[in-house]
């Protein structure tokens, strides 16, 4: 809560937008069946019929939900943006980079609790300072990235 409250800019639109139920509804359901389907193939087999049905549902109702989100003229998630190159680009390296982090982060503490036979506590009080490194980077370059820009809008204007 501190850190949204002295980093992140209040939002005022002059009219609050309509919600867009059908596209949270449809990505809700889309990932938590394909969800389902991933968590559930290793133990159930991945040509079990309640796997193939989950991923199979979910896959038809991403696709929907694609289709709803670009038909409508408020989405709850703007996939047009993916049309911007930068942002498009951007957002495939942000990929790249947190896949490793993410799956360390993942797998640090199944490591310590499986293999060296530490409790779920000291497990989660090893690893905890990892994902506080991670909350403060993110607000230090966030706004270490502003300040440039910050500049260059005053002496443009």
């Known amino acids: 809560m501190l850190f949204g409250a002295m980093f992140l800019a209040g939002h ?12 949270l509804l449809l990505s809700a359901a889309a990932l938590g069946s394909v969800m389902f389907g991933v968590s559930e193939g290793p133990d159930r087999g991945w040509s079990s019929a309640a796997v193939i049905t989950s991923l199979a549902l979910g896959t038809a109702l991403l ?9 409508s003229p408020k989405p709850l998630l703007r996939l ?3 049309g911007d190159r930068l942002f498009r680009d951007t957002n495939l390296l942000n ?3 947190l896949v490793p982090i993410l799956g360390a982060m993942y797998i640090g503490p199944l490591f310590l609790q499986q293999a060296q036979g530490r409790t779920a506590l000291e497990s989660g009080l090893s690893t905890a300072p990892e994902a506080f490194g991670v909350l403060l980077t993110v607000q230090v370059v966030g706004v270490l990235y502003a ?9 443009d204007t």
């Open 95 to 97: 990929l790249v980079g």
């Open 12 to 23: 005022h639109d002059s009219r609050p937008a309509r919600f867009d139920l059908p596209g």
């Open 63 to 71: 696709a929907a939900a694609v289709v709803v989100e670009l038909r």
């Open 80 to 82: 047009r943006l993916f």
């Open 147 to 155: 300040s440039p820009r910050r500049r260059r809008e005053r002496l």
